[in-house]
T-cell receptor, first 110, second 113 residues
Framework: RKEVEQDPGPFNVPEGATVAFNCTYS??????FFWYRQDCRKEPKLLMS???SGNEDGRFTAQLNRASQYISLLIRDSKLSDSATYLC???????????FGSGTQLTVLP | EAGVTQSPTHLIKTRGQQATLRCSPI?????VYWYQQALGLGLQFLLW???????NRGNFPPRFSGRQFPNYSSELNVNALELEDSALYLC????????????FGPGTRLTVL
């Protein structure tokens, strides 16, 4: 079983749609959680850290369920510029080693 | 505030040669991380340096090594290059925080011929 598993995608949605990505992680000792976005052949950029209480940043909402070891990202009112690969990322703690999911590709269509 | 910088942008080597990649962290960040992203594959953790010491290592052979300098910049050295070492090498930095938000540089694309 992979340490971090994501929806396989790809997701093709029209502008203005709401899209949700899911992610599960296997290490119950994981302490911090993130969503990164990566554009083609570019570096990953931190989109959001995910906190236990859930958090929102504009059109983006992230949720964490530690009991189910599940993380989600909701994007509302999708824009063309949201097209990218979204990476679910988990840090197991003292090892400071980020473990990346394989990513979910999103294409927002005009 | 300047982000993480890496050099060179591209590097072409032949099998058996050595490659040296460089990274400068965000000002104030003391930890530097190296990751490998081979074409079509996910990011794989290589090395973590903090305060000049190697703190953690991923599942890579010893010919992948590096160091961190007193100014917190870092070098990644890959000896005896193999074709499968062709990849995007990404450096990230973070401040000393248990939450460990890491910020990535643009990467060095290494091609081994």
């Amino acid at each position: 079983r992979k340490e971090v598993e994501q929806d396989p995608g790809p997701f093709n949605v029209p502008e203005g749609a709401t899209v949700a990505f899911n992610c599960t992680y296997s290490n119950s000792a994981s302490q911090s959680f993130f969503w990164y976005r990566q554009d083609c052949r570019k570096e990953p950029k931190l989109l959001m850290s995910v906190y236990s209480s859930g958090n929102e940043d504009g059109r983006f909402t992230a949720q964490l369920n530690r009991a189910s070891q599940y993380i989600s990202l909701l994007i509302r009112d999708s824009k063309l510029s949201d097209s990218a690969t979204y990476l679910c990322v988990v840090n197991a703690g003292s090892a400071r080693q980020l473990t990346f999911g394989s990513g979910t590709q999103l294409t927002v269509l005009p | 505030e300047a982000g993480v910088t890496q050099s060179p942008t591209h590097l072409i080597k032949t099998r058996g040669q050595q490659a040296t990649l460089r990274c400068s962290p965000i000002s104030g960040h003391t930890s530097v991380y190296w990751y490998q992203q081979a074409l079509g594959l996910g990011l794989q953790f290589l090395l973590w340096y903090d305060e000049g010491e190697e703190r953690n290592r991923g599942n890579f052979p010893p010919r992948f090594s590096g160091r961190q300098f007193p100014n917190y910049s870092s070098e990644l050295n890959v000896n005896a290059l193999e074709l499968e070492d062709s990849a995007l090498y990404l450096c990230a930095s973070s401040w000393d925080s248990s939450y460990n938000e890491q910020f990535f540089g643009p990467g060095t694309r290494l091609t081994v011929l």
